[in-house]
């Protein structure tokens, strides 16, 4: 069912926030985005009236930080002193450039809040909202590969090192670069409700949002952790392959005692040894599903699980998705594959 359309006075206002070096495809996509979402939204409750105000807030200086675009001019029902319903925060080139010196940007997304904006960040436009302390004590993510930094640097804040996209009530964080797109229909749908967001998909062709980053992660374990011993054992079994080694070639190859070798890996990698040669079977199953036509069934024995149906919950557990699922997803047809 629709929303009741937007009184002319007051379009929803959606404001992005332009820093030095933020990615502009990010902030162009966006911007089409609303765009296209006030175009459906007019057509479709019959108003000309702006349904969506887009805006964009740049630091200007001894100007402070203003409106540099905005698609809603005064006359028509849009004053420099609203207060956007919704900020959106694009990550810089890199997430090291998202941390400020000063407090300019802070401030200003903090004391926008307080008056009621709701704020989202991307990727990691995510550490700027950290520095505002807003997300202590809630959940937040990020891009996978930053989310380590995120946790080390912010420790209050509940890192999700899984998750595409987080709502904590009225801060909304999304990770990975082109997660703008969930963060821009789940936006949609907060303010306009779920007709708005569908058509606002189906004409861009893009998915709603369900996603989430484990579904693209890889596992890369870590080789860094100065522990010559095990990282012996960790070599070895990558020239093996995972089916061709058990634990206990494992703890031979490091030259240590069973119970010994569990502990000091788990020390290292932060994983039982089943477990990580458990994450290095399913690696090698999302291999096999990209890349050849091999069943399901095949697939499960291949990496060496002779019960097809634990192979689905342990891969289920470990990527979000079913082997199917999957498949569907990531497959590139591949070849008929043989034993």
């Not at 089409?32 to 349904?51: E, H, K, M, N, Q």
């Not at 990691?124 to 990020?142: E, H, I, K, V, W």
């Not at 703890?251 to 039982?272: D, I, V």
Request: net charge neutral; aromatic share 6%; proline share 5%.
């Amino acid at each position: 069912m629709a929303t009741e359309p937007i009184p002319a006075s007051r379009p929803i206002e959606i404001a992005i926030v332009l820093r030095a070096k933020v990615m502009l495809g990010i902030v162009h996509g966006l911007t089409d985005l609303f765009r296209i979402t006030d175009d459906l939204s007019r057509l479709r409750l019959g108003v000309d009236a702006p349904v969506v105000r887009l805006s964009h807030f740049a630091d200007t200086g001894a100007g402070g930080i203003m409106r540099t675009f905005d698609t809603v001019s005064d006359a028509t029902g849009g004053s420099s002193s609203d207060v956007p319903d919704v900020i959106i925060i694009p990550p810089c080139e890199t997430a090291a450039l998202g941390i400020e010196t000063d407090r300019r940007w802070s401030d200003w997304l903090t004391a926008r809040h307080a008056e009621g904006a709701v704020l989202g960040s991307i990727c990691g436009g995510t550490f700027l909202l950290a520095q505002t302390g807003l997300l202590d004590g809630r959940r937040a993510t990020t891009h996978l590969i930053c989310a380590p930094d995120l946790a080390s640097m912010f420790p209050a804040v509940h890192v999700d090192f899984d998750a595409l996209l987080t709502e904590e009530d009225d801060l909304i964080t999304v990770g990975g670069v082109m997660a703008w797109t969930d963060l821009g229909l789940v936006i949609v749908r907060r303010l306009l409700g779920a007709v708005a967001m569908m058509e606002t998909a189906r004409f861009m062709m893009i998915d709603p949002p369900g996603r989430e980053q484990r579904f693209y992660k890889i596992f890369a374990p870590d080789m860094t952790h100065g522990d010559a011993a095990i990282l012996k054992s960790q070599r070895q079994l990558h020239a093996h392959g995972p089916l061709n080694a058990n634990v206990t070639d494992m703890a031979g190859w490091a030259g240590l005692e069973l119970r010994t070798f569990a502990r000091r890996f788990h020390g290292a990698t932060g994983l039982r040894p089943n477990e990580y040669h458990q994450r290095l079977r399913i690696e090698k199953a999302r291999d096999l599903l990209e890349n050849t036509r091999a069943s399901i069934s095949q697939v499960a024995n291949d990496v060496g699980y002779g019960d097809p149906a634990s192979f689905r919950t342990t891969f289920a557990k470990l990527t979000g998705l079913s082997p199917s699922d999957y498949r569907k997803r990531f497959g590139h047809g591949g070849v008929a594959h043989k034993r």
